[in-house]
């Protein structure tokens, strides 16, 4: 697959209906969404417990597009050759969750997956630079893990732009995860994240019968982002 820069929204299905799952797939994949973006969460490494490789198995026939599988979950390397045979696309681990991120990369790839890197607002930019030939995407948290609909940390900027500085001209997308809406998908596209998650801000007054809600809120981080990504 051909590496494309160009700006991508991956709605977060954390604010899906969860009773509704391929139906909501389908739905904002239908309304413009690029990427569909789970949020795989433990309770131990983060608050919060979602889903885990048998819901990606279930909602992956639905999905047409990119699978964006975040792992907030310590250990991962365990679960990794689950998540992808269930199909997922990205593999995304966290350098706080496992002394090894090195070894967690190579077998995200040996499994087929393209690699992620994530790390939390409190973990510097430095801390993915020893890793960037070795991922495919690295995804700057912009609240603490755990739950939807936090507000946007702004310090978290600063961090965008130092790793955009870092990969230059390698093919990795920088992705942001936290309070992205039209308001703040602007900001982050301009400090050069090009795949923005958002949870609450797509699905917020939408459903599967009244999908074109989901389309307008799309399309409205989209744009809002688009004029002040570079």
């Not at 885990?52 to 047409?64: D, F, L």
């Not at 964006?68 to 990205?90: Q, R, S, T």
């Not at 030939?133 to 939807?148: I, S």
Request: charged content about 20%; hydrophobic content about 50%; some cysteine.
């Amino acid at each position: 697959m051909t590496f494309d820069r160009s700006l991508k929204i991956a709605p977060s299905i954390l604010s899906a209906d969860f009773a509704n799952f391929g139906a909501e797939c389908e739905a904002i994949e239908a309304q413009g969404a690029d990427w569909v973006h789970v949020d795989v969460m433990d309770g131990h490494f983060v608050p919060n417990i979602t889903f885990g490789p048998a819901t990606c198995a279930a909602i992956r026939p639905h999905i047409k597009g990119v699978m964006d599988v975040h792992l907030m979950i310590a250990p991962v390397d365990p679960y990794i050759d689950a998540f992808a045979a269930a199909g997922a696309d990205h593999i995304t681990a966290h350098v706080e969750a496992g002394p090894h991120i090195h070894r967690t990369l190579q077998a995200i790839r040996g499994a087929g997956a393209k690699a992620g890197v994530a790390i939390n607002p409190g973990t510097p930019a430095e801390a993915v630079a020893p890793l960037l030939d070795m991922a495919d995407l690295v995804l700057v948290m912009t609240v603490n893990p755990g739950f939807g609909g936090q507000k946007f940390i702004h310090a978290t900027l600063d961090k965008i732009r130092a790793i955009r500085a870092m990969i230059g001209d390698r093919p990795i997308h920088i992705q942001v995860d936290g309070g992205i809406d039209a308001k703040t998908a602007p900001l982050a596209a301009k400090a050069g994240a090009n795949a923005l998650v958002a949870g609450s801000a797509v699905f917020k007054g939408g459903s599967v019968s009244e999908p074109k809600v989901y389309g307008r809120n799309i399309k409205a981080i989209r744009e809002a982002a688009l004029g002040t990504y570079v």
